[in-house]
């Protein structure tokens, strides 16, 4: 990961001032914020950044779905309320986990260079000189993920795979999908998450858009970094500025907007692709999709893109397309369903 920053600012405090920065405690999650601390240190040093970890509710029940939990904020709710409180003065977050509407007198602050968005396929060890491909797979093999936007998009192009929830962290999910008793043939993972574990290797193929084969759009935000703080603390939200990359801010933005639009959680098939081109313009791509890939909609639009006030509408007028296209008809159904076995959802346990 690398900054677009690249000159120390001398921060004019008179003493040496402490940050206090949140993270979740998985190993991922903490070596992103070692990242930003790294970036942060260099832009700023005369600050001391002190990172405190802290579990999430879907870090403490790694056997539940993630589609099962009740409410927005599964990654969030915890750190959030330190935050409002002060105990926290900014928090580090994938910045696919964070809700597009955050609690009131809370920001996104900044957006880090964003690594690789796209979704992976991984493939067990003892296949990987059979399988290359989600084609290859044959009837009946088994695709492990705990994301109904990836099971949603992969049945609508490959309705011969079987699915099983698949948690715990990359190290984790990797050996039980190689675990010679195991029946995962294959993985979907973000690349970005692969790439900051330096566990690239194990990459078969990539699922963007255009690849033959792949078809899949990818989650709001994914591969992005997002910085929360509060509002009123303008002291950290200036010592964030330097840090944020203008053009990942501005995608991820429009991308968000696209959500918050169609009022989308972490349990809505909602898949995005965002790709700047010459002049400023920005495509996006959208597509949502039932749950068992049998309807979709999809939207595409081209627009230059120069702030983050262009960005939100850009989000909104795509958001518009995809519900003209048939996505309101999908959501309603899942909502339908959301509501009706709302009494069964795992209810949210607070730290």
Not at 111 to 126: F, G, L, S, Y
Not at 222 to 228: N, S, T, Y
Not at 332 to 346: G, L, P, T
Request: net charge negative; with cysteine; proline share 4%.
């Amino acid at each position: 990961m690398s900054t677009s920053a690249t000159q120390p600012i001398i921060t004019p405090f008179a003493q040496m001032t402490t940050i206090k920065v949140g993270t979740r405690k998985s190993a991922l999650a903490l070596k992103q914020a070692d990242y930003v601390v790294s970036a942060l240190s260099k832009l700023h040093p005369t600050v001391n950044f002190e990172v405190r970890g802290m579990h999430s509710a879907a870090d403490k029940d790694k056997v539940t779905a993630l589609y099962k939990f009740g409410g927005k904020g599964l990654w969030t709710n915890e750190l959030e309320a330190e935050l409002s409180a002060g105990d926290l003065d900014m928090i580090v977050h994938s910045l696919k986990d964070m809700p597009t509407s955050l609690p009131e007198g809370l920001v996104l602050a900044c957006i880090t260079p964003r690594e690789d968005p796209r979704d992976v396929v991984v493939v067990k060890k003892a296949l990987e000189e059979k399988y290359k491909t989600l084609a290859d797979l044959p009837e009946g093999a088994v695709v492990g993920t705990s994301s109904v936007r990836r099971m949603a998009q992969i049945r609508r192009r490959y309705p011969h795979l079987r699915f099983k929830d698949m948690r715990g962290n990359i190290d984790t999910r990797l050996k039980k999908l190689d675990a010679e008793d195991g029946e995962f043939s294959v993985l979907i993972l973000a690349a970005a998450g692969l790439h900051r574990m330096d566990q690239h290797a194990r990459i078969s193929q990539y699922l963007e858009a255009d690849t033959e084969g792949g078809g899949m759009l990818h989650a709001v935000g994914q591969g992005g970094l997002g910085i929360e703080a509060r509002a009123d603390d303008k002291k950290t939200l200036d010592i964030l500025k330097q840090l944020e990359d203008v053009p990942a801010m501005l995608a991820c933005e429009a991308e968000r907007s696209v959500m918050r639009t169609l009022e989308g959680g972490c349990s809505i098939p909602i898949g995005v692709e965002t790709q700047w081109l010459e002049g400023d313009k920005l495509r996006l791509t959208g597509t949502v999709v039932n749950v068992e890939g049998t309807e979709a909609a999809d939207a595409e639009r081209t627009e230059v893109i120069k702030t983050r006030e262009e960005a939100v509408e850009f989000g909104k007028r795509v958001a518009k397309e995809l519900t003209d296209n048939g996505a309101q008809k999908i959501l309603d159904v899942i909502n339908e369903d959301r509501e009706a076995n709302r009494d069964k959802a795992q209810p949210f346990i607070p730290a």
